[in-house]
């Protein structure tokens, strides 16, 4: 007979309370972030997937300033796939850590072409199979250019899904699951959109603005940073850092 195959144990199910108490605060972030998206600017599914694997190890505004001169050059995976280096590297050099970045927009574009006619493939699975792409990025693209629900585990994303005690995991993929089970999937792109505005205008990583959250009634952190409603003011930013 063939061995059995393993099978993977199912999770246990969240707590009533923590479902409920979480889905309050994605409602009320939802309410304080009407306009949260997707803070890359991206006109179809391989610019995302290209701005995403940039954003690396710098900032989505920075990101968005080289994006008009990187896609008027090559706007497909086929021309960026024969893309000169020097030139690729000339474009993207303001990002920092250029020649890997530019190693990885070849190696990316020319699996696309390879494997995929040119085309980003719309599921995970393949996705991850791409050179530089990580389940982040693969969740950032389906759940933005495809309509497909993911929760992108980002800096961000995971400190706060510690502090709300929605999960204790570190590992992000440990933490996408935990944190999934809490919600409906059709919510997961949003609710990754919603944690990250706050992380980055509120609930940051040193100094949260607590007396400034509106979901602090909700937050077993409260009292992390500040909690005079002046103090804490003067730490939200408007918008996402440089």
């Known amino acids: 007979m063939p061995a059995a195959r393993p099978t993977t144990p ?14 309050k605060v994605d409602r009320v972030l939802g309410e304080t972030y009407p306009d949260a998206r997707c803070e890359l600017d991206f006109d179809n599914p391989f610019e995302l997937l290209v701005v995403t694997v940039l954003s690396a190890q710098t900032t989505d505004r920075r990101v968005n300033a080289v994006r008009p001169t990187l896609f008027a050059a090559y706007p497909d995976a086929r021309a960026m796939a024969a893309a000169p280096r020097e030139d690729l590297e000339r474009i993207i050099g303001p990002l920092g850590f250029f020649r890997a970045k530019t190693e990885s927009l070849l190696k990316l574009s020319a699996a696309l072409v390879a494997d995929h006619g040119g085309e980003v493939p719309p599921r995970l699975d393949d996705l991850v199979k791409l050179p530089g792409v990580g389940r ?63 992380g980055r205008r509120v609930c940051h990583a040193k100094k949260p603005a607590c007396g400034a959250c509106t979901v602090a009634r909700w937050c077993p952190s409260y009292g992390a940073g500040p909690t005079d409603a002046e103090a804490a003011q003067a730490l939200v930013r408007t918008q996402g850092p440089a």
């Open 10 to 23: 199912t999770p246990p199910r969240p707590d009533t309370s923590l479902v409920r108490r979480a889905r």
């Open 136 to 198: 982040k990025t693969a969740n950032v693209v389906l759940g933005n250019a495809f309509g497909v629900p993911g929760i992108t585990v980002d800096t961000h994303f995971g400190r706060l899904a510690r502090r709300l005690g929605w999960t204790e995991e570190t590992d992000p993929v440990k933490a996408e699951h935990a944190v999934g089970a809490l919600f409906p999937k059709r919510d997961w792109t949003m609710l990754s959109h919603h944690l990250i505005w706050h």
